[in-house]
T-cell receptor, first 112, second 116 residues
Framework: GENVEQHPSTLSVQEGDSAVIKCTYS??????FPWYKQELGKRPQLIID?????GEKKDQRIAVTLNKTAKHFSLHITETQPEDSAVYFC???????????FGQGTILTVHP | GAGVSQSPRYKVAKRGQDVALRCDPI?????LFWYQQALGQGPEFLTY????????KSGLPSDRFFAERPEGSVSTLKIQRTQQEDSAVYLC??????????????FGDGTRLSIL
């Protein structure tokens, strides 16, 4: 089945800096890659996603890049703010499975 | 309602008791997923429904776990003879369709299950 690896497990930045989280996946058939933000005790919230026919997608301060050949994708957050502090999960969907496989999560802390 | 609704939010049960967790997906969403999230981990897939059909239950950890969605809307996850290792947050997600051109999955707040 699909396997998703996520790095780093923790990331600490100063307010205003950029943050980058990287994920790799194993199933070359995977075609959809969402990113979720989860605050303590809250639901995972979809913040951005990318499909396999696109190399990059941007939404305000958040961008995601996908390299299908290398089977990796990354989340970029610019001009970080303290409210960006949360756990971020990458995930992949393989059409043959139709389910999300999540990475292990990255605890992002943005210091004021 | 606008989002996925789960109940109860918190459930405490004694080891050996049966529990039932409810998920009310977004109206019109065909696909419904259950995930289990242990503390400090990412959610892990349990089972998946397309309308009332349970198409994948490969993630259910044992035969003590059972899920149903009899009318293709509300779903119930039942755990029989609960064990301490069942303690986790159980998340439900729904999406419009499944297949090529996958749609986003939207999560509920989850049920935090604690087995004493």
């Amino acid at each position: 089945g699909e396997n998703v690896e996520q790095h780093p497990s923790t990331l600490s930045v100063q307010e205003g800096d950029s943050a980058v989280i990287k994920c790799t996946y194993s199933d070359s058939a995977s075609n959809y890659f969402p990113w979720y933000k989860q605050e303590l005790g809250k639901r995972p919230q979809l913040i951005i996603d990318i499909r396999s026919n696109v190399g990059e997608k941007k939404d305000q301060r958040i961008a995601v890049t996908l390299n299908k050949t290398a089977k990796h994708f990354s989340l970029h957050i610019t001009e970080t703010q303290p409210e960006d502090s949360a756990v971020y999960f990458c995930a992949a969907i393989s059409p043959s499975y139709g389910k999300l496989t999540f990475g292990q999560g990255t605890i992002l802390t943005v210091h004021p | 309602g606008a989002g996925v609704s789960q109940s109860p939010r918190y459930k405490v049960a004694k080891r050996g008791q049966d529990v039932a967790l409810r998920c009310d997906p977004i109206s019109g969403h065909v696909s419904l997923f259950w995930y289990q999230q242990a503390l400090g981990q990412g959610p892990e897939f349990l089972t998946y429904f397309q309308n009332e059909a349970q198409l994948d239950k490969s993630g259910l950890p044992s035969d003590r776990f059972f899920a149903e969605r009899p009318e293709g809307s509300v779903s119930t996850l039942k755990i029989q003879r609960t064990q301490q290792e069942d303690s986790a947050v159980y998340l439900c997600a729904s999406s419009l369709v499944v297949g090529f051109g996958n749609q986003p999955q939207h999560f509920g707040d989850g049920t935090r299950l604690s087995i004493l």
